[in-house]
DNA sequence: GTCTATATATCGATAGAC
DNA sequence: GTCTATCGATATATAGAC
């Protein structure tokens, strides 16, 4: 922990816009070859790094799991922290978007529905990118300030505006719309985050796909009802 | 990592019935002063751990927290994963018990309320307890895989019957009761494990007893109404 | 029981051949 | 760009004086 300056180009403390700013200085446009390489290290670590840890994993594992040796991927991102928060961008990139299911035009009770779909289709499909997000936020979230404080706070500023304006309109019953949402990423996120407690609890190797509706049929029932939309619910969760 | 079986007398795959199973062999009666040094390395280590997690944790950092000499800490837990362990111990005591408030004889209302109540006050008092838990089974829980399979899942099957007679008396509607519980725990624990992202959405240095109480009120309408408990809420949650 | 000093392993990162 | 070999730092764990 001593060396964090020597050669690191990227920390947590120098990110700035995060989005848009490449760990590494952009080399010459890259080759087809190259940029798949990337991907492939990309897609590895971020199992990796979900499974262990930023500190957990070691660059042995990062290099054994996209089957490089260890040199390459020094040479494509320098630093294994430089690493880690080039997955962490991409998961980020991947996740801003789905609030914009809740816009002042649509009904709650129907923006809501698809925001909670839309979570829990990416705790089924992409549970590592879950992982690591919940893994760094448990950790104080050095490496993910200026997003936190600065673009997710802007998205949910505004979408708090349109839930306010639902309420104000009557269209829904006043509820804190950022604890709401603090609830919603809570709930969908377990269902990546927590998959070992649940399998265990249920008794079963993995969760599948039964096991997802089931979650996210209760969900639905909780928030919908809760806001004071769940006048027609039809059916059970069970 | 291939160290593992030169010393450790204690891993994750040899944890018997976890509780009541001390990590090292019980020594000779321990006076007082043992017992009080070996609390004061258990509450530091416990927030050393919820910071770093087992991997990212040292030695050095809990001999630190704690104010002792590295080797005393190997004197007393012999390696740094079986100190981990004695922590997860401390917590999962700690922990069974909360849902006590669910038993036949109590109303839904009252038994869901005083849990809910219960885990958020856990959060809100044992913040690095819950972080310590959060980590190890975002991680796979290899350390817990007996008590999630054994005594969690008893446990959650115990509840599970009592929740569906309430259910098959028309106390509630009905909801599948162990992924309520998934939702209950995802919800109360999301206070204390993502702490860092809520500070940042609501910009302020940390959580305070108010924000607690606005999302307890709000965990409280969404599942008490999507139980079918919630016909004479008193007011609203914010 | 407590502590300093140190052995041994492993990690992140780099040098340099190809 | 790719890879092998290796350096230096840091980690866990222990030896042994007190």
């Not at 990227?10 to 080759?31: E, F, I, K, W, Y």
């Not at 706070?153 to 804190?176: F, N, Q, S, Y």
């Not at 990423?185 to 249920?202: C, E, I, K, S």
């Amino acid at each position: 922990m001593k060396n964090s300056q020597k050669k690191q180009n990227v920390s947590g403390a120098d990110l700035g816009v995060l989005l848009n700013t490449p760990a590494v200085p952009m080399r010459q446009p890259r080759t087809t070859r190259t940029t798949q390489t990337i991907g492939q290290i990309l897609a590895a670590a971020e199992r990796v790094f979900a499974e262990a840890g930023l500190a957990g994993a070691t660059m042995a594992q990062l290099a054994a799991a996209c089957g490089l040796p260890k040199a390459n991927l020094h040479y494509y991102f320098g630093t294994k922290e430089a690493l880690y928060t080039e997955v962490l961008q991409t998961i980020l990139t991947l996740w801003l978007d789905a609030a914009d299911a809740i816009h002042p035009a649509a009904s709650p009770r129907a923006a809501l529905t698809a925001y909670i779909s839309a979570k829990m289709a990416h705790s089924r499909t992409r549970p590592y990118a879950s992982k690591v997000f919940a893994n760094e936020v448990l950790h104080g979230a050095v490496h993910l300030r200026s997003y936190l404080g600065l673009e997710l706070r802007r998205k949910v500023d505004e979408k708090a505006v349109v839930i306010e304006g639902w309420i104000t309109r009557g269209l829904m019953d006043p509820v804190d719309p950022r604890h709401l949402f603090f609830l919603l990423w809570a709930m969908t996120q377990t269902y990546a985050d927590f998959d070992a407690q649940m399998a265990a609890v249920l008794a079963v190797p993995s969760l599948g796909s039964a096991d997802f509706a089931v979650g996210e049929a209760l969900i639905l029932r909780l928030v919908l009802r809760g806001c004071g939309l769940g006048h027609d619910l039809k059916g059970t969760d069970r």
